[in-house]
């Protein structure tokens, strides 16, 4: 019975068994020694005895058994998400001031659940419609800066200075994007669209969005891996999540460093490692990298906003994939990402 794999009901019935033995054995002792005559309707009488005695106490137990087996679906079905799941407390004892405070946990956890939703809504609502309002002012940025370009071509220092305001207005358009995205992909708004792509050419249109700056800067990307290595996954989303740590290799190493994009299949995972023999990452900051906004004070970076490796990293857990960081300061940093291999049982 399902009630004896419990070791202190086990203890139980044999402790129970024990005393009624025992006292069974000093009542025959005693009909024996007195009358011998009642020495076998004492026995009935205490076979009887124990035989209801413990047929109470298994019906009892089976029932509270029942009961905390009910009660455990109920918890199961509530972490499966039916929310409305509760646990019968109609009655009274301990048991039941148990189960009615498991159901005002739960109302609890329901409502701080809508309440974080509720936030995640406004704030996602709230930098979407700022991202929007952004971009009309950026775009008119962008077009008086282009028109005093073409207006300083003879004039070096206001050239440089239209440059200089180029980049910034870049950096603002880069982090409106990349907050946008980052907050849709906390409230759950994005759908992950999956299909089965071929990593080797998902690679090699990294290699190609970073061609341009990887020769402006004279820096070495390299790709190594097989041509027929499929992974079940959103391309859009991957390929930010990609170019976002090969961006960051590359913002962080200088001209004839070389950054090393592999992948390859193991027995259960398919993994894709970003590596670069560039600056390195202070070991104070090493567990700090994926923190939105995270700005190291050994960094001399001074492009970089603080969302690139948060986006990577959530888009990665997205796809139910891990990524790790290894790094030497001075050597070079490796980024690891793993993705399992989905089995048929």
Known sequence: MKIFVNRDIRKFFCALAGVMVTFMALAEIGAWLFHKDCFFPVLVIFLLMMGCVFAVCLWYF?????????????????????????????????IYRLFHSVNTLAAVLNAHAAKENREKEFLKNTISDISHQLKTPLAALNIYNGLMQEEAEKMPEIREFTALSEQELDRIETLVQNLLKITKLDAGSIVIEKDTENVADMMKDVELHFSYRVKQEKKVLILSGADDILFYCDRDWMMEAIDNIVKNALDHTKPGDC??????????????????????????????????????????DTQGIGLGLPLAKAIIEAHDGTIEVDSELGIGTTFVINFLIPTKL
């Open 62 to 94: 089976d029932r509270q058994n029942k009961i905390m087996e009910a009660a455990v679906a109920q918890i199961d079905s509530y972490l499966d998400g039916d929310t409305d799941a509760r646990i019968s407390c109609d009655d009274e004892g301990e």
């Open 259 to 300: 950054i090393q994009l592999e992948w390859k299949q193991l027995a259960s995972v398919v993994q894709i490692i970003v590596k670069d023999n560039g600056s390195g990452i202070h070991p104070e900051d090493l567990h700090h990298i994926f923190k939105r906004f995270y700005r190291s004070r050994f960094s001399k």
